[in-house]
């Protein structure tokens, strides 16, 4: 063989296996259209052709995946930088603005020390700015019987900050909506 030819399929060679050791990109999805634009869209696997370039409207809730503490679950991230993950899909009746929803709840920081949490249903005005915006912003996304797990960043929880919650924190809940309170 000639030289030249030995450098050029050597060089092809090199290139070939490059290539085929890049990390792939996983395809990007795109939120669903029919979902109102007041509500993040709930967890869904749509089918994207590899080929495809999705187009994601810049305030559509983005999917993505969030492993606090090695969990493999499936977050939605809302513009607002809210991000849920649906651990069960109740059936009951679905949250309003003004009603007083009865949550189970657990708080913890990133590093899973925990904070707070419920020894009974804890009655939580919905919408109307009486719990951290990050728990308003789920609640309305909510019905009787929704367990989720949210991750709330600190713009979202308590920007000013509060006893033993330092300023901006980001807050890790497990809410479970059980009831609405009848008055």
């Given amino acids: 063989m000639f030289p030249q030819k030995q450098t050029l399929l050597a060089?092809?060679?090199?290139?070939?296996?490059m290539?085929?050791?890049?990390?792939?990109?996983?395809?990007?999805?795109?939120?669903?259209s029919t979902t109102p634009k007041s509500e993040p869209i709930k967890p869904t696997t749509p089918e994207t052709k590899p080929t495809e370039t999705p187009q994601?409207?810049?305030?559509?809730?983005?999917?993505?995946?969030?492993k606090p503490?090695?969990?493999?679950?499936?977050?939605?991230?809302?513009?607002s930088g809210?991000?849920?993950?649906?651990?069960?899909?109740?059936?009951?009746e679905?949250?309003?603005?003004?009603?007083?929803?009865?949550?189970?709840?657990?708080?913890?920081?990133e590093d899973g020390r925990e904070f707070d949490k419920s020894k009974e249903p804890y009655p939580t005005p919905v919408g109307v700015r009486a719990v951290i915006a990050g728990w308003d912003e789920a609640l309305l996304t909510m019905r009787v019987g929704d367990k989720r797990k949210l991750i709330v960043p600190g713009d979202?929880?308590?920007p000013e900050g509060r006893d033993g919650i330092a300023?901006?924190?980001?807050?890790?809940f497990d809410i479970e909506v059980v009831g609405i309170r009848k008055d």
Avoid: M
Avoid at 71 to 77: A, Q, S
Avoid at 94 to 109: C, D, E, I, M
């Fill in 19 to 32: 290539a085929g050791c890049a990390p792939k990109e996983e395809p990007k999805t795109e939120a669903s």
């Fill in 167 to 172: 300023p901006n924190t980001t807050l890790l």
């Fill in 11 to 17: 060089s092809a060679l090199v290139l070939i296996v």
């Fill in 94 to 109: 679905k949250l309003q603005r003004g009603q007083v929803a009865l949550v189970n709840y657990r708080g913890t920081f």
């Fill in 82 to 92: 809210l991000k849920y993950a649906v651990i069960t899909e109740g059936k009951g």
């Fill in 69 to 79: 503490k090695g969990e493999k679950l499936h977050y939605i991230t809302t513009p």
């Fill in 156 to 158: 979202l929880a308590y």
């Fill in 56 to 66: 994601v409207k810049p305030d559509a809730p983005k999917e993505e995946a969030v």
